[in-house]
């Protein structure tokens, strides 16, 4: 039996390493960045192992640059002294006119940053997938709840018809 390739792997796509599922149930998502995170060595080995969290996260912009706040990727079990800090901010890497808009836009009342997703890439580079929001209202997460489920019902309704 021949092994597959490894080229097959990358052509699946990306591979993810966290997802924030409740950003888009709490937040309107505007607009959508792949930016790329600033990490050491053992933060890199933690993700492989897939273990990180990016549930409570969000990023601000400090002094015309971009970090991830609250992010959280374990510490690597064989890291010794040179482990990194669970939650420590980290850099993402967007270009300057990315980084103009985005800290232009939160100054805007109401706007925030919040990442949708955590990633290796097809070059196995771990890229974060971040969202320009606006917070929902708790009458919009109904509506969005009702149409979600409306959705599910039709679909099982055109099922039983074919």
Same mark, same amino acid.
């Given at each position: 039996?021949?092994?597959?390739? %490894?080229?097959?792997?990358?052509?699946?796509?990306?591979?993810? =390493? $966290?997802?924030?599922?409740?950003?888009?149930?709490? #937040? !309107? =998502?505007?607009?959508? !960045?792949?930016?790329?995170?600033?990490?050491?060595?053992?933060?890199?080995?933690?993700?492989?192992?897939?273990?990180?969290?990016?549930? @409570? %996260? #969000?990023?601000?912009?400090?002094?015309?640059?971009?970090?991830? =706040?609250?992010?959280?990727?374990?510490?690597?079990?064989?890291?010794?002294? !040179?482990?990194? @800090?669970?939650?420590?901010?980290?850099?993402?890497?967007?270009?300057?006119?990315?980084?103009?808009?985005?800290?232009?836009? =939160?100054?805007?009342?109401?706007?925030?940053?919040?990442?949708?997703?955590?990633?290796?890439?097809?070059?196995?580079?771990?890229?974060?997938?971040?969202?320009?929001?606006?917070?929902?209202? %708790?009458?919009?997460?109904? $509506?969005?709840?009702?149409?979600? @489920?409306?959705?599910?019902?039709?679909?099982?309704?055109?099922? @039983? %018809? #074919?």
């Amino acid at each position: 039996m021949a092994k597959p390739k %490894s080229s097959d792997k990358s052509k699946s796509g990306n591979r993810a =390493i $966290a997802l924030n599922r409740k950003a888009r149930y709490n #937040y !309107f =998502i505007e607009e959508d !960045f792949e930016a790329g995170i600033v990490l050491t060595g053992t933060e890199v080995k933690s993700l492989r192992a897939g273990e990180a969290n990016i549930t @409570d %996260s #969000y990023a601000e912009a400090k002094m015309g640059e971009i970090f991830l =706040i609250n992010a959280y990727i374990k510490e690597y079990e064989m890291g010794n002294r !040179f482990n990194h @800090d669970a939650r420590r901010p980290r850099k993402l890497l967007l270009h300057r006119r990315e980084v103009n808009k985005i800290a232009a836009a =939160i100054q805007r009342k109401g706007k925030t940053l919040v990442p949708l997703s955590l990633y290796f890439n097809d070059k196995n580079r771990v890229k974060v997938k971040i969202g320009l929001a606006s917070g929902k209202k %708790s009458h919009d997460k109904r $509506a969005t709840e009702k149409e979600r @489920d409306w959705n599910r019902e039709k679909a099982r309704l055109m099922k @039983d %018809s #074919y």
